[in-house]
Each structure stands twice: as structure tokens, then as C-alpha cells.
């Protein structure tokens, strides 16, 4: 992997990940743009204890382009996008319209490709593989800064996700602090290892679902499962076996083998609703999802006793908002209102089906 750090017009950071090491990215953004202006605030609500991100400036971000109009594409002619080469193999940068900024974090795209019309289940293994790897120097870049607790790499498919830009493409929020849900997490493992005399909910996790109907991959170094109290219709969760923190600590056996995993559950989620696939792809009709990378947060647990880094368990969370064909999850009274999930599908059946459409 070659990368080579530049600036936008804007002077917004862009990073060029290339799979070839003679690959030469001199190309200046032409675009006449003045410097970007945020108004990101972190707001915390004390009835709660979590924390909420304003930024009105977000109102004017671009919306459903056309396909010719695209800002992810490469610049091509008179035609000046975001990526100011011609082409590209992965291209991260930061978002013109960010959640967070400045003291409050920082937002980041990351383009898997420079095909418009691709996804990330059509990506070739040399291709994920350059993903997680760009994933991996993103989190540990970010990771050094002063104002960042926890990094987030995610993709957003689809919209009825709520996706505005077609071309595919993810994000990276670096925090500057610990999320609700991994605090979440991070007390539930608390309790768990003082409740077992020193032992890891995470694996403990891992074991029983081992033992369970709930399988949907397993290979040398990576199970993929549906979690015996999933939230969504169709919900998966990809575990390495080696217990690691983040994606820094992942050894060179689960990296080479993530790409033929990854792309093969994103496969089946394209197959789970009508079963069939698209002549020459060894896929279905688009599913939307989200699939976000849990990451322990960076440096000293405080809040949490007998807690350490080490504890936590790297793991990818994949769901679908759609529960049958033509059909979606709306969060409702229950969901929004109270936080409590109601699953129409039971995770077992879930499992069975995505099984099912193996390739």
C-alpha cells in the first residue's frame, strides 16, 4: 500500500491509499473554494448522561446529485469533484460537512472505489483488503489526536438508510468521547469479568454463540453470527477469534483473510430477500445496510473499574433496516421512545436464511 497525504482548495486533508507503490498523486484541486466553516457543538444531556452533536451547518450539504454531478467521482476535464486525480483506488478526506470538528472531534470520507455504479460487495479481494488497511492507518492517525476518545469506521448503504450521496463510500467519526453504546458495552464486560472472578464477556460471547444455531460463518480466524438477542430483522456480527481491541492489533492471518469473509456476508445480505442473483455478479437486489466497526476507545479506562483496553473485543456489526421484501424496521414508539428493540424476525430463522444464500 502507498499513501500520499495533499490538500483540498479548501485545505481539507485528502489521502490517496494506492495498491501500486509507483502510483504518482500530484494533482491540484482546481475548485475555487474558501475555507471550510463549521459550527459543530457537543451538547450533553444531563438527564441521560449521553451527549448530542449540533451542527446546523450540515443543512446545506449536497443532496442526491445526479450520477454526472457526483462529488465522490474522480475529476475528469471540467468536471471538478472532491478528488481532484482522475481515478483512484481508495481516497479518504475530510467531510466538508461535518458532524464533528475542530475540538469536537473530526469526520472523514472514506471512497472504496472510484466506480460510481459499484458497491462494496463488488469489490475485488485486493480491493478490501486495501479498505481495511486504509480503516487501520485511519485509526491510528486519528487515534493521535489530542481531542479523540474513540474512532468509528462505518458505511451507511442505501437510501432508506438515509444515504444522500450514491457512490459507494463510508465514514470515520473520531469522537472526543466514549460512545453510549460502547460505554454500554464497557459496563456490562466490568460486571461481568468482577461477577466470574476475572473472566471476558466477550469471549464468553463468542463461546456460546459457537455453540449455537445462530452460525453463519466461520472460518481460521473470523465467525460471523446472528446475536442471540438481535435487534434488527437481519443482523450479523463478525468477531476474529483472537480477542483484539481495534483494528491495529489484527494479525496478518485475520487481515488476509477478511476480505473473502466480509464480501461474502455482504453477498448474502444482497440475497436474503428474493433469493435469486444478478446474472454475472453472484448477487442479489441491494439491501440496505449499515455495518459499523466497534473499536475499544483510546487510552485509560477511568470510568470503568478493573477495566483495561485489552478487555474490549473488536467486532463489526452488520444490519439491514428491511425486514422482508418491500417491507422496513421503522424505530417506533417502543424503539425511539423507550430504547427497547422489537424483533419481528427471530434470530434463528435470521441465520437459517442467511445460510441459506451462501455462494
Given at each position: 500500500m502507498k499513501k500520499t497525504s495533499t490538500r483540498l482548495a479548501d485545505g481539507r486533508e485528502l489521502i490517496y491509499y494506492d495498491l501500486r507503490d509507483d502510483t504518482v498523486r500530484d494533482a491540484v484541486d482546481r475548485r475555487p473554494l474558501e475555507r471550510t466553516v463549521t459550527t459543530s457543538e457537543i451538547r450533553h444531556d444531563d438527564l441521560l448522561g449521553d451527549a448530542v452533536a449540533v451542527a446546523s451547518h450540515r443543512q446545506g450539504r449536497t443532496y442526491h446529485p445526479p450520477a454526472d454531478e457526483c462529488p465522490l467521482c474522480p475529476t475528469r476535464g471540467d468536471r471538478l469533484t472532491e478528488i481532484p486525480d482522475s481515478a483512484y483506488d481508495v481516497v479518504v478526506f475530510e467531510n466538508r460537512f461535518p458532524s464533528l470538528a475542530g475540538d469536537s472531534g473530526r469526520c472523514e470520507v472514506v471512497c472504496f472505489t472510484?466506480?460510481?455504479?459499484?458497491?462494496?460487495?463488488?469489490?475485488?479481494?485486493?480491493?478490501?483488503?486495501?479498505?481495511?488497511?486504509?480503516?487501520?492507518?485511519?485509526?491510528?492517525?486519528?487515534?493521535?489526536?489530542?481531542?479523540?476518545?474513540?474512532?468509528?469506521?462505518?458505511?451507511?448503504?442505501?437510501?432508506?438508510?438515509?444515504?444522500?450521496?450514491?457512490?459507494?463510500?463510508?465514514?470515520?467519526?473520531?469522537?472526543?468521547?466514549?460512545?453510549?453504546?460502547t460505554a454500554l458495552m464497557l459496563r456490562s464486560l466490568a460486571a461481568h469479568k468482577e461477577a466470574s472472578g476475572g473472566?471476558?464477556?466477550?469471549?464468553?460471547?463468542?463461546e456460546r454463540e459457537l455453540a449455537a444455531e445462530r452460525v453463519v460463518l466461520a472460518t481460521d480466524h473470523w465467525v460471523a453470527f446472528v446475536p442471540y438477542a438481535a435487534h434488527w430483522p437481519y443482523e450479523v456480527h463478525l468477531y476474529p477469534?483472537?480477542?483484539?481491541?481495534?483494528?491495529?492489533?489484527?494479525?496478518?492471518?485475520?487481515?488476509?483473510?477478511?476480505?473473502?469473509?466480509?464480501?461474502?456476508?455482504?453477498?448474502?445480505?444482497?440475497?436474503?430477500?428474493?433469493?435469486?442473483?444478478?446474472?454475472?455478479?453472484?448477487?442479489?437486489?441491494?439491501?440496505?445496510?449499515?455495518?459499523?466497526?466497534?473499536?475499544?476507545?483510546?487510552?485509560?479506562?477511568?470510568?470503568?473499574d478493573g477495566v483495561v483496553r485489552e478487555d474490549f473485543a473488536l467486532h463489526l456489526e452488520l444490519f439491514t433496516i428491511r425486514r422482508t421484501s418491500g417491507k422496513l424496521k421503522f424505530l417506533a414508539g417502543s424503539e425511539s421512545g423507550m430504547s427497547v428493540f422489537i424483533n419481528d424476525v427471530p434470530p434463528e430463522r435470521a441465520a437459517e436464511r442467511l445460510r441459506e444464500v451462501a455462494s
Open positions: 472510484s466506480d460510481h455504479d459499484a458497491s462494496f460487495a463488488d469489490l475485488t479481494d485486493e480491493q478490501a483488503r486495501l479498505v481495511l488497511d486504509a480503516w487501520t492507518d485511519r485509526t491510528s492517525e486519528l487515534s493521535h489526536l489530542p481531542s479523540v476518545k474513540q474512532v468509528f469506521c462505518f458505511e451507511n448503504r442505501g437510501e432508506e438508510i438515509g444515504v444522500t450521496l450514491g457512490h459507494p463510500h463510508g465514514q470515520i467519526y473520531a469522537y472526543p468521547f466514549v460512545t453510549p453504546r473472566g471476558n464477556l466477550f469471549d464468553a460471547v463468542l477469534r483472537r480477542r483484539v481491541p481495534d483494528l491495529l492489533a489484527l494479525d496478518e492471518g485475520a487481515r488476509t483473510e477478511f476480505p473473502q469473509v466480509y464480501l461474502e456476508l455482504l453477498r448474502r445480505f444482497d440475497r436474503i430477500f428474493d433469493g435469486g442473483e444478478r446474472e454475472g455478479t453472484g448477487r442479489g437486489r441491494p439491501t440496505p445496510y449499515i455495518a459499523a466497526w466497534h473499536q475499544a476507545p483510546f487510552g485509560a479506562l477511568e470510568d470503568v
